[in-house]
């Protein structure tokens, strides 16, 4: 170990919500699993011997049922992933206090200046956590150690599945040059082709490529991708201090497609209204409410409100919600998919309208609701705000608590 050298850690679970399924359900084990909705859906995570099979991620349901017809399909549990989420990235705490959580299945940890704290090198270190992980929470994650972040999600991506990979910073350029640019983090679809264009196709290839023409195909972004293929990556690993998530979404594909947009708004309020059912189990409030609206065509459009203070009010919610709903669906085209999205997280404001003297009969009868729910089920209530409205019943104008939209 060299004085000065940073060692950062990439830790990304394999196939995490197929492991999960696997480790709670040991009859799984070595079976292809896929976990998946309904057949109109899409995969949400294959195992490594679905895979094996063609099967991936974002792959429509019906597509993978034809490549692995013998897999065992599994309906999602979002709840039991988050817990093992928690427990993995509990895990990873417990080395270094500077763990960044990035998604539900990956995170990075700052393992500089831990050899004191372990009694052993970084490399160590980073196989006692996955070692950790495997034993404890009975999946398998992959890790790539390095001196920058993005080197680190390269070396897992290189040890991946069930690997670690540590690359000593003098030999790094020589063995991310060869890989496709594609390997570099934030090029995506887009990026990808304009590259290959322009005949940038391996990482090597980008180095060695003028910044003039780089700032010309990808104006400021072109020094992000330069430093990340160059190895000078200094950007660190941020702890969360919030200690928590960022947002809460739902999504949900129809069992038909439909221009029936009562059917449509139904869905859509029921997601939200789950949605609040957990900001305030969390004891949280959102301050922009978004909605996503997917065709049959697979055309789709997203749209978001901000509000002036965050809520976790079904009312508030489903107000701010069906003005976006107005503003976006199109009544000639059939509608696949809806989702909604709470973002912005904060303390819940106890008053966000002073003029609106019913809002604390609202809120305790949101909580009341929550018990009865949690206790017999979600369909034991239906509250009217979000059954009894239709599409062309709301108008956009009655909520004083909208200060921007944000398309």
């Known amino acids: 170990m060299k004085p000065g050298r940073r060692y950062i850690l990439h830790v990304d679970a394999d196939a995490f919500f197929a492991s999960v399924e696997q480790a709670i359900h040991p009859e799984l084990k070595a079976l292809p699993v896929i976990v998946g909705g309904s057949d109109r859906g899409v995969v949400s995570a294959a ?94 994650a992959s890790g790539g150690l390095a001196g920058t972040r993005s080197g680190a999600k390269m070396a897992t991506g290189l040890a991946k599945p069930n690997g670690l990979l540590y690359l000593e ?26 590259l290959q264009w322009h005949r940038i196709l391996t990482i090597e290839d980008l180095t060695c490529t003028s910044r003039e023409l780089l700032r010309r195909l990808f104006g400021r972004w072109s020094e992000r991708l330069l430093e990340i293929a160059s190895g000078n990556d200094l950007k660190i690993v941020r702890p969360d201090t919030s200690g928590d998530r960022k947002s809460y979404s739902k999504e949900r594909t129809l069992e038909a497609d439909t221009r029936d947009l009562v059917h449509v708004w139904s869905v859509t309020a029921v997601l939200a209204e789950k949605l609040a059912a957990r900001l305030r189990e969390d004891g949280k409030g959102a301050r922009t409410v978004g909605f996503k609206i997917r065709y049959a065509d697979f055309t789709e459009t997203i749209r978001s409100i901000s509000l002036r203070a965050p809520t976790d009010g079904n009312r508030e ?14 009544r000639q085209k059939k509608v696949r998919q809806v989702g909604v999205r709470l973002s912005g997280l904060g303390a819940p404001a106890l008053q966000t309208n002073l003029f609106d003297p019913s809002r604390p009969l609202y809120r305790e009868r949101d909580r009341v609701v929550d018990r009865i729910r949690k206790r017999f089920g979600f369909q034991a ?9 239709r599409p062309d019943a709301t108008r956009s104008g009655n909520n004083p608590g909208i200060r921007r939209m944000a398309s």
């Open 317 to 330: 919610v489903l107000e701010t919600l069906y003005i976006l709903f107005n503003q976006t669906v199109s």
């Open 381 to 389: 209530v239906e509250v009217a705000s979000a059954t009894a409205g």
């Open 169 to 194: 910073p003098e030999l790094a350029g020589q063995v991310l040059s060869a890989l496709p640019v594609d390997w570099i983090p934030g090029v995506g679809k887009k990026a990808l082709e304009v």
């Open 47 to 140: 195992s490594y011997e679905a895979r094996r099979f063609g099967v991936h991620s974002a792959m429509p349901i019906v597509q993978a049922r034809k490549l692995c017809p013998h897999a065992v399909f599994r309906d999602p549990d979002f709840r039991v992933y988050a817990e093992f989420s928690h427990r993995m990235f509990d895990i990873m705490r417990k080395y270094s206090p500077i763990v960044e959580v990035t998604s539900v299945d990956e995170g990075y940890m700052d393992l500089t200046g831990t050899l004191r704290l372990h009694k052993a090198p970084p490399w160590e270190v980073a196989h006692r956590i996955l070692s950790e992980i495997r034993s404890t929470l009975g999946i398998n």
